[in-house]
C-alpha cells in the first residue's frame, strides 16, 4: 500500500511539473512580452515612454533573463500562489482567481456528486429491465446528451427559463442576494441558481456514466456466482445490491478522474455563457484579451484539481478492489 | 455452421445472390453484420444527406450565402403551407407573404406573416448564377419563389438567409472534423505503431505520455492555443490551423487501440512468416499487421469525429476558432451568443440542431461499425 501510495505520489508531482511547464510555455507565446504591454498601456495614458523604461521594466521584472530562470521564478511563485499579475484586472492574478475558484469548484463538485447519484440507479435499472422501455428511454436520452453540446444546452435552457419563467437564470444568484451576507434564504437561492449549471455541465456525463454502468451490470449478471446466490435463495434486491452493483462500481469508481477532467474542461464554456461569476468567463475573457498570466494560471489550477481527481479515483479503486493492491 | 447462419441479415435480403458466409470475405461479412444495425443504417442515410448539402450547398440553397434581404431583416421561418387560412388544400406549396410591424412595447420592428398574399414555391427555379462544383455554370436552384422571397430558418440581424448559409456551412464543419480525423487516425497509427511494435521504454514513455493528455483538461489547453494565433491570419491559415489543433485531440484513443492489437497480434506465426522472409520493420506493419486491425481503427475514428466536431463548434462558436468569412455551424451559432441575440431572433441557434444530428449520425453508425468490427461475434 505505502509503495502504491509513493509510486502515485510520484507520478502526480512529476504530472504537476510538466503541467507548470506547459502552462508557463502558453504564457510565454503570446506575442510581445509583458514590459511591452506595460509600456502600451502607460503610453496610452499620454505617458512618453523611452525604450530604456521598457527596458527597465524587462530587468525589474526579470524577463531579461533565460527562459529556465524565467520559469524557476515563475514557478516558485505560483507554488506560494502568487501567478504573477493581470493587467486586464489591475491585480494580481493569485487574487483575482480566489475570488471565483470556490464557484468553480461548487459546481464541479456539485455536477460530478448529480452525474453519479442519477446514473448509477439508472443504469442499474437499464441493466435489470434491457430492452424495456425505460431502457430504451434513457439510452435515447443518453444519445440525445452526448449529442448536444454543452453550449447549446445552455443557451436553449436560458431560453426556455427567461421566456416561461420570466427569472434570468444567468448568473448564480438574484439581484437581491448578490451582495448580501450568506444568510439561509441567499443559500437557497443559490442552490436554485446551481441547477442550470449542473445539469448543462452534467449531461453528458450522465449519458456516458449510465452507459457504462448498465454494461458493468449486465456483465456481471450472467455470471455463475450470482446465479449461485439466486439459488440459496437471496431475495432479488438484497442479491442485486449485494453482488453485481457492487463488482460494476469498480470500472465507474476508476474513470472518477476522466469525468472530473471532463467536467472541468467543460466548465468554463458554460460558465461564459451562462454569465457565471466563476472562472469560466475569466478564463475565456483572460484569451480573448490575451492575459497570459492570468490565462496560464487558470489553466495549471484547472490541471491541479484533475490531478488530484485521479488520485483520488485511484486511492478508491484500492479501497474498493483489494486485487489491485496485491499487484 | 449455425454461427455462421446466425449472421444472416435476413432470409429475403439476399434471394438473388447465394448467401454464402463460408466464401465471403471479410469485408463482406462485415457489410451484412453492418445492415443488421438498424440505427446505423438510419446514421448512414443522414450521413448521405450531409454529403449531398456538401456537394450541392449552392443547388439547395435558394440565395447565395452573402446575399442580404434588406426587407426581412431578422424575420423568423418562414412556414411552407399546403393549407390556407381558409382550409382550402393547395397542391403547389406556398409560404404567406410578410409586413413590418411595430412592437409597440419594444418599439422594435417585427415582421408577422401576412395573410392576404400567398408566394407559391415553385422547384428549379432559375435564380443567381453560379458554378456547380466550382465548374458547370448554371443558374437553376432547388427552389424558390418568383414573387417575394422565402426564408425557411428565417434571417439574422443583418438580413442574411438562415437556410442558405446553414446549408453552405455543412461544408466547412464536416470538412474540418473530417481532415481533423484524418490527421488524428496517421498520428494515432503512427505513434501507437511505434509503441506497440518496439514495445520496451519507448512504449512505457509513450503510454505515460497518452495518459498525461488524457489526465489534463484538454479542452482549456486548446482554447489556449487557438486564443495564441494572430488575428491577422488569413482564413486558410486560421482553417488549417484550427484543424491541426483538433487533431491533436482525437489520436490518443486511436495510439492506445493500435497499441494493443499490435501487442495482441505482433508474435502470431504470419509476422514471423513475414520477418523471415526478409521483411522491413515497416512492411510488416504497413501490410501484414496494420490490415489485420483496421476495422478497429475505423470504429475508433467514427468516435473520433463527433468530438472533433463538437469541439469545432464550441471554438467557433467562442470566436476562438473559424471566423468569417469561412462558415461552419459553430460560426452561425456565434451570431446567437447572447441572450439578448436569442431572445429577439431564437431562430439563430437552427444551426445548432444540426450539430446535434450530424453527432448523432455519427454516433449511430460508430456504433453499428463497432458490432461489424468483428463479425464472428454473436452479440
Redesign the interface.
Same mark, same amino acid.
Given at each position: 500500500m505505502i509503495s502504491f501510495l509513493s509510486r502515485r505520489l510520484a507520478y502526480m508531482a512529476a504530472t504537476l511539473l510538466l503541467v507548470s511547464f506547459a502552462s508557463f510555455v502558453i504564457i510565454q507565446a503570446a506575442p510581445g512580452d509583458y514590459a511591452e504591454i506595460v509600456a502600451a498601456k502607460k503610453a496610452a495614458t499620454g505617458a512618453i515612454i523611452s525604450a530604456a523604461d521598457v527596458q527597465a521594466v524587462r530587468v525589474e521584472l526579470g524577463l531579461d533573463k533565460p527562459w529556465h530562470e524565467q520559469y524557476w521564478r515563475w514557478l516558485s511563485g505560483a507554488v506560494q500562489g502568487d501567478f504573477g499579475f493581470s493587467w486586464a484586472w489591475r491585480r494580481p492574478v493569485g487574487e483575482v482567481i480566489a475570488e471565483r475558484m470556490p464557484l468553480t469548484l461548487a459546481i464541479a463538485f456539485s455536477t460530478l456528486l448529480f452525474m453519479y447519484a442519477v446514473s448509477i440507479p439508472i443504469g442499474i435499472y437499464s441493466a435489470v429491465h434491457r430492452y424495456s422501455f425505460g431502457d430504451h428511454a434513457s439510452s435515447l436520452i443518453g444519445y440525445l446528451g452526448l449529442a448536444i453540446p454543452n453550449f447549446l444546452l445552455a443557451l436553449v435552457l436560458m431560453y426556455l427559463g427567461q421566456k416561461y419563467f420570466g427569472q434570468s437564470v444567468g448568473g448564480l444568484f438574484s439581484p437581491e442576494f448578490a451582495n448580501a451576507p450568506w444568510s439561509w434564504a441567499r443559500v437557497k437561492d443559490f442552490l436554485a441558481h446551481l441547477v442550470i449549471p449542473v445539469l448543462v455541465l452534467g449531461t453528458a456525463g450522465t449519458a456516458y456514466l449510465i452507459r457504462s454502468m448498465r454494461a458493468a451490470v449486465l456483465d456481471e449478471l450472467d455470471k455463475m456466482y450470482v446465479l449461485a446466490a439466486k439459488a440459496s435463495g437471496l431475495s432479488p434486491m438484497q442479491l442485486l445490491i449485494r453482488y453485481p452493483v457492487r463488482m460494476a462500481l469498480n470500472p465507474i469508481a476508476a474513470t472518477l478522474g476522466w469525468r472530473l477532467t471532463y467536467v472541468i474542461s467543460g466548465a468554463p464554456i458554460v460558465g461564459y455563457v451562462l454569465a457565471l461569476p466563476d472562472t469560466g468567463p475569466l478564463f475565456l475573457n483572460a484569451l480573448l484579451n490575451q492575459d497570459m498570466y492570468l490565462a496560464g494560471a487558470l489553466i495549471f489550477l484547472y490541471c491541479l484539481l484533475t490531478i488530484i481527481g485521479t488520485f483520488v479515483s485511484d486511492l478508491l479503486l484500492v479501497l474498493l478492489d483489494p486485487r489491485i493492491r496485491l499487484e | 455452421m449455425s454461427l455462421l447462419e446466425s449472421l444472416a441479415p435476413s432470409r429475403f435480403l439476399f434471394r438473388r445472390k447465394r448467401y454464402r458466409p463460408d466464401l465471403a470475405s471479410q469485408w463482406q461479412l462485415m457489410w451484412w453484420k453492418f445492415r443488421r444495425h438498424k440505427m446505423a443504417m438510419v446514421g448512414m442515410a443522414l450521413l448521405g444527406v450531409f454529403l449531398a448539402m456538401t456537394l450541392f450547398a449552392e443547388t439547395i440553397s435558394p440565395y447565395p450565402p452573402g446575399q442580404r434581404n434588406p426587407s426581412y431583416v431578422a424575420g423568423p421561418p418562414m412556414l411552407p403551407r399546403m393549407i390556407d387560412e381558409t382550409g382550402a388544400v393547395h397542391l403547389r406549396p406556398f409560404v404567406y407573404g410578410s409586413k413590418a410591424v411595430r412592437d409597440m412595447v419594444t418599439l422594435r420592428m417585427t415582421h408577422q406573416a401576412d395573410i392576404s398574399q400567398k408566394w407559391p414555391i415553385r422547384f428549379f427555379v432559375r435564380g443567381t448564377p453560379y458554378r456547380l462544383f466550382g465548374i458547370i455554370p448554371t443558374d437553376i436552384h432547388l427552389f424558390g419563389t418568383d414573387e417575394g422571397f422565402v426564408h425557411l430558418f428565417g434571417t439574422d440581424f443583418t438580413g442574411l438567409d438562415l437556410f442558405s448559409r446553414t446549408v453552405h456551412a455543412t461544408r466547412a464543419s464536416l470538412g474540418v472534423a473530417l481532415v481533423g480525423v484524418t490527421v488524428s487516425f496517421i498520428l494515432g497509427a503512427a505513434i501507437g505503431g511505434i509503441a506497440g511494435y518496439f514495445g520496451g521504454w519507448i512504449d512505457n514513455f509513450i503510454m505515460r505520455l497518452i495518459e498525461?493528455i488524457? #489526465? @489534463? &483538461?484538454? /479542452? &482549456? =489547453?486548446w !482554447? %489556449? /492555443?487557438a %486564443? /495564441?494565433m &494572430?488575428r491577422d491570419w488569413g482564413p486558410l491559415a486560421t482553417y488549417l490551423a484550427i484543424t491541426t489543433i483538433l487533431a491533436l485531440l482525437g489520436w490518443t484513443w486511436l495510439a492506445r487501440t493500435v497499441r494493443s492489437k499490435l501487442l495482441a497480434t505482433r508474435h502470431e506465426d504470419f509476422v514471423l512468416a513475414a520477418r523471415l522472409s526478409g521483411c522491413s520493420d515497416a512492411r510488416i506493419i504497413r501490410r501484414h499487421l496494420l490490415p489485420s486491425f483496421l476495422s478497429y481503427l475505423i470504429v475508433d475514428a467514427s468516435i473520433a469525429f463527433?468530438e472533433i466536431l /463538437?469541439a469545432e463548434? #464550441?471554438l467557433s462558436? =467562442? $470566436? =476562438?476558432g473559424l471566423r468569417e468569412p469561412v462558415e461552419s455551424w459553430g460560426v452561425l =451559432?456565434f451570431a %446567437?451568443?447572447s @441572450?439578448r441575440a @436569442?431572445?429577439q431572433a &431564437?431562430w439563430l441557434?437552427i444551426p $445548432?440542431v444540426f *450539430? @446535434?444530428i450530424a *453527432? !448523432?449520425a455519427f454516433?449511430?453508425v460508430g456504433d453499428g461499425l463497432r458490432d461489424a468490427a468483428d463479425p464472428y461475434s454473436k452479440s
Open positions: - | 498525461f488524457r #489526465s @489534463i &483538461p484538454t /479542452l &482549456p =489547453l !482554447l %489556449a /492555443l %486564443a /495564441l &494572430p463527433p /463538437l463548434t #464550441s462558436f =467562442l $470566436g =476562438l =451559432l %446567437a451568443q @441572450i @436569442i431572445d &431564437p441557434m $445548432g *450539430v @446535434i *453527432v !448523432l454516433n449511430f
